[in-house]
């Protein structure tokens, strides 16, 4: 009888709209936990992709730095070359023994310096004419028991450097 007293009263009405009321808060700062989680996952895809690409930009602008600085140092090396070719010029018409000698001794030197460099002299003198490699500058009719398409003479030296190459040999070509 209480209870139907207390139900009449309003009382009870109260306490349901507390409880109402306190779940709606529960379910409300359910939600804004769910999307402060979302947001924070989202940001977190984010981040993680922004890291990736700053990492693939620093290594890409760091091979290019280091293949700009190989192909100035191929660059400078290229610009020596005449001065090797000089030399052996020289060389070779050099009649004075001593003068010969220390030709030889600065040429020996050059041989040493683009050797370290990893510079390597195509020499394709009896081998078959390459265009990778050479230029052909002039063609001449092939003797008797000559092949055609055979380098007959170098004109100039080529070089190369593993597989790129630095300078290609101007050479004679067999018809």
């Given at each position: 009888?209480?209870?139907?007293?207390?139900?009449?009263n309003?009382?009870?009405?109260p306490v349901?709209?507390?409880?109402?009321?306190?779940?709606?808060?529960?379910?409300?700062k359910q939600?804004?936990l769910?999307?402060?989680l979302?947001?924070?996952?989202?940001?977190?895809?984010?981040?993680?992709?922004?890291?990736?690409?700053?990492?693939?930009y620093?290594?890409?602008t760091q091979n290019?730095?280091a293949?700009?600085?190989?192909?100035?140092r191929n660059?400078v090396?290229?610009?020596?070359?005449?001065v090797?070719?000089n030399?052996e010029r020289?060389?070779?018409?050099?009649?004075?023994?001593n003068?010969?000698?220390?030709l030889?001794?600065?040429?020996a030197?050059?041989?040493?310096?683009l050797?370290?460099?990893?510079?390597?002299?195509?020499?394709p003198?009896?081998q078959?004419?390459?265009?990778?490699?050479?230029?052909?500058?002039?063609?001449v009719?092939?003797?008797?028991?000559e092949?055609?398409?055979?380098v007959k003479?170098?004109?100039?030296?080529?070089?190369k450097?593993?597989?790129k190459?630095?300078r290609y040999a101007?050479?004679?070509?067999?018809?």
């Open positions: 009888m209480e209870n139907e007293e207390l139900k009449e309003g009382t009870e009405t349901k709209e507390e409880k109402s009321k306190k779940k709606e808060k529960v379910n409300k939600e804004e769910e999307k402060a979302a947001e924070a996952e989202e940001n977190k895809r984010k981040w993680y992709a922004v890291t990736a690409e700053y990492e693939n620093r290594r890409r290019q730095a293949q700009r600085y190989q192909e100035g660059d090396i290229a610009s020596l070359f005449p090797g070719d030399l020289a060389l070779q018409s050099c009649a004075d023994e003068t010969k000698q220390g030889q001794m600065v040429l030197a050059f041989k040493k310096v050797e370290g460099e990893g510079v390597e002299e195509v020499d003198v009896g078959p004419f390459n265009a990778d490699t050479m230029e052909a500058i002039m063609a009719p092939a003797a008797e028991g092949e055609s398409g055979i003479q170098a004109y100039v030296k080529g070089y450097k593993g597989d190459v630095l101007q050479v004679i070509v067999t018809q």
